[in-house]
């Protein structure tokens, strides 16, 4: 008989330190990132400002799609990661979304 392949999880170690280190790169790089392309795509060459309202319109669909594509990213990780037998990564990418706008409307940094 063939024996039965055993499950090996990853260590705690390791899921400690990249849920830590998803916790800034979803929750903040990510949303920067998506919407400094967004607004890049609209103030691009030849499109200064010549009063007509483009840039308005990407500054508000990047105001929409960073924290769309930060809850996608963040619960596609948590998906991956729950079946790959981590423990604390699935956790911290589907709450690292909420970190950010938790912090600034708690008012901590402004005490």
């Known amino acids: ?3 039965i392949p055993a499950r090996i999880d990853p260590s ?17 790089a990510l949303p920067f990132v998506v919407f400094s392309f ?14 007509d309202g483009l ?21 596609a990780v948590a ?9 604390l990564l699935p956790a911290t990418a589907a709450l690292s979304p909420l970190m950010l706008p938790a912090v600034f409307s708690s008012g901590v940094l402004w005490r």
Do not use: E
């Open 79 to 87: 998906f991956r990661t729950r079946r790959s037998g981590y423990r």
């Open 38 to 51: 967004v607004v890049c795509l609209g103030s691009g060459p030849g499109h200064g400002d010549d009063g």
């Open 55 to 75: 840039i308005w319109a990407f500054l508000g669909i990047g105001m929409l799609a960073a924290p769309v594509v930060t809850l996608a990213v963040g619960l």
């Open 1 to 3: 008989m063939t024996p």
């Open 12 to 28: 705690r170690l390791k899921d400690a330190a990249l849920s830590l280190l998803a916790l800034p790169l979803l929750g903040a």
